[in-house]
């Protein structure tokens, strides 16, 4: 097995972790249990030692297949979660969960779901911005009131960290007190709108794992793949345009770990593949060039598609 690091060694709170780590979200049932298995203990086989995940994510069925292939856990192994969200029934099948109430409820679920005693890294998935579902009506819930459960779950050490997602400059400043490791922000060489919170967290030492890495089908979000400078790039130096966009994602930042998720092992080796990728300053020149209109609006489906 090897001890490689792809992307090289981030750090997210109080761990060191592979700066290109997995998202798990696709490995619900649609997915065959072997297949899910096999990506898992690949991704884990190649270095990834953080996966991202969530106890909503088809209804706990990524959670309990991330233990069955993966338990008993290595010790170097962060699983980073989120809440704020719960599984529902419908063409949506998710509603939002903001409560405090329901903050610990999902943290329950994650620590059967996973067989954890305590889950390292818990996102708070704020719902007052897009892409994806809104708070509304008794949804909308105080910040300070979410952020007071999550530091009395880590205070019980339910939860080891915490972490917060899909938010704003002001947001951000507002729960830096709660001694926030990670932010979770849609983001991506052709989407920088908050670039400004990636500076902060720069600032404060914060890791930022950005989500809709390589865009989304959702309108809005352009494909990085398809960009004529990043395929031509891509061309030069033997590379896929998608590696070319985690690669500038690396380059960019260096607190930036990657969670792209995939459910094919070709996919996933390529996405590692992308740490070892040296863009030269000229690349880099040409890619920061590259102007990076704002999405336009809001709609459910990314939250249910978030690039993982």
């Known amino acids: 097995m090897t001890t490689s ?6 750090i997210i709170g109080e761990h060191r972790v592979a700066r290109i780590g997995y998202g798990a979200m696709g490995l619900g049932h649609a997915v065959p249990q ?11 086989e190649l270095g990834v030692n ?5 106890s909503f994510y088809d209804d706990g069925v990524v959670n309990r297949r991330i233990r069955e292939a993966l338990a008993p856990y290595r010790d170097d192994l962060v699983i980073v979660s989120k809440v704020g969200a719960r599984a529902a029934t419908g063409p949506v099948p998710l509603a939002l969960a903001q409560h405090p109430a329901d903050l610990r409820a999902a943290v329950e679920l994650d620590l059967t779901g996973l067989g954890l005693e305590q889950i390292p890294i818990v996102n708070l998935r704020r719902a007052d911005i897009g892409p994806g579902l809104t708070a509304e009506g008794d949804q909308v819930v105080d910040l300070d009131d979410q952020l007071a459960e999550m530091i009395a779950l880590r205070d019980e050490g339910k939860i080891g960290a915490i972490g917060i997602s899909n938010i704003d400059l002001n947001t951000l400043r507002r729960a830096l007190p709660a001694g926030i490791v990670c932010v979770q922000n849609a983001y991506s060489l052709l989407n920088r709108r908050h670039e400004d919170e990636l500076a902060l967290c720069l600032e404060e030492d914060i890791a930022w794992a950005p989500y809709f890495p390589l865009g989304s089908a959702f309108p809005g979000f352009p494909k990085v793949a398809e960009n004529p400078v990043v395929q031509r790039i891509a061309a030069d130096i033997g590379a ?20 792209a998720g995939t459910t094919s092992i070709a996919h996933l080796e390529e996405n590692l593949a992308a740490g070892d990728l040296t863009l030269s300053a000229q690349y880099l020149a040409e890619l920061d060039g590259i ?16 690039g993982r």
């Open 240 to 259: 896929s345009g998608a590696q070319v966009g985690l690669a500038w994602l690396l380059a960019h930042a260096h607190n930036t770990l990657l969670i």
């Open 5 to 10: 690091h792809p992307g090289g060694i981030g």
């Open 291 to 306: 102007d990076a209109g704002l999405p336009q609006g809001d709609g459910v489906q990314p939250f249910l598609d978030e």
């Open 34 to 44: 072997s297949d899910a298995t096999a990506v898992l203990r690949r991704a884990v």
């Open 50 to 54: 953080h996966i991202d995940t969530a």
